[in-house]
């Protein structure tokens, strides 16, 4: 599976936008971008996954660059509870890949949502 | 709120004994994939189980061990209790067929060897 290389840490105003970078240059080309947050040892909760286009779902969009090779996760109004570490992972495909579909977490980002 | 769920939340046990933590997977999902977190690290894979086998191990002794039931529960077993086997245990269940789906994780059981 790809790296992932993610800033330790982000602050970001309640209200605000909180855009967070993710780089995976050395992507495949049957990889996915997957995005977790883990809220202070709970379970991860899922966030969002893409292959090539954005996404958009109800908790967030997901910005993937034309070359692949570096994403953005947007929550669009962070709110107090969006505090948690944020993890990009680059993952195989479940169904079909050379690989079973196992996520490789790395350190993530600490974002912290101020009032 | 996932479907998952995981048993016991938490756990003390004494070093050299044996552990056994349970998962329950999602409706729908036929694969449980275990995963160990210590303190301030990001979760690591121990291994995946798919139609009631093994198919695919990280970087884990064979005293972790595992077995998942026809109806794709799973448990997961640590022999010989070491103290650095303290961490949350965390379980995920996905769909190894059909399209392209996340995992949805269970809230973790935390065990302790003292």
């Known amino acids: 599976d790809a790296k992932t290389t993610q800033p330790p840490s982000m602050d970001c105003a309640e209200g605000r936008a909180a855009n967070l970078p993710c780089n995976h240059s050395?992507?495949?080309?049957?990889?996915?971008v997957y995005w977790y947050r883990q809220i202070h040892s709970q379970g991860p909760q899922y966030i969002i996954h893409?292959?090539?286009n954005n996404e958009t779902n109800e908790m967030a969009s997901l910005i993937i660059t034309e070359d692949r090779k570096s994403s953005t996760l947007i929550l669009p109004h962070a709110t107090l509870r969006d505090t948690a570490v944020y993890y990009c992972?680059?993952?195989?495909?479940?169904?079909?890949?050379?690989?079973?579909?196992?996520?490789?977490f790395g350190q993530g980002t600490i974002l912290t949502v101020h009032p | 709120e996932t479907g998952v769920t995981q048993s016991p939340t938490h756990l003390i046990k004494t070093r050299g004994q044996q552990v056994t933590l349970r998962c329950s997977s999602q409706?729908?999902?036929?694969?449980v994939s275990w995963y160990q977190q210590a303190l301030g690290q990001g979760p690591q894979f121990i291994f995946q189980?798919?139609?009631?086998?093994?198919?695919g191990r990280g970087n884990f002794p064979p005293r972790f061990s595992g077995l998942q039931f026809p109806n794709y529960s799973s448990e997961l077993n640590v022999n010989a209790l070491e103290l650095d086997d303290s961490a949350l245990y965390l379980c995920?269940?996905?769909?190894?067929?059909?399209?392209?789906?996340?995992?949805?994780f269970g809230q973790g059981t935390r065990l302790t060897v003292v």
């Open positions: 995920a269940s996905s769909r190894m067929t059909g399209p392209e789906t996340e995992a949805f």
């Open positions: 050395t992507i495949s080309g049957n990889e996915y």
């Open positions: 893409g292959l090539k």
């Open positions: 992972i680059v993952k195989a495909p479940n169904a079909g890949g050379t690989s079973y579909g196992k996520l490789t």
């Open positions: 409706s729908g999902h036929n694969t």
């Open positions: 189980y798919y139609r009631e086998e093994e198919n």
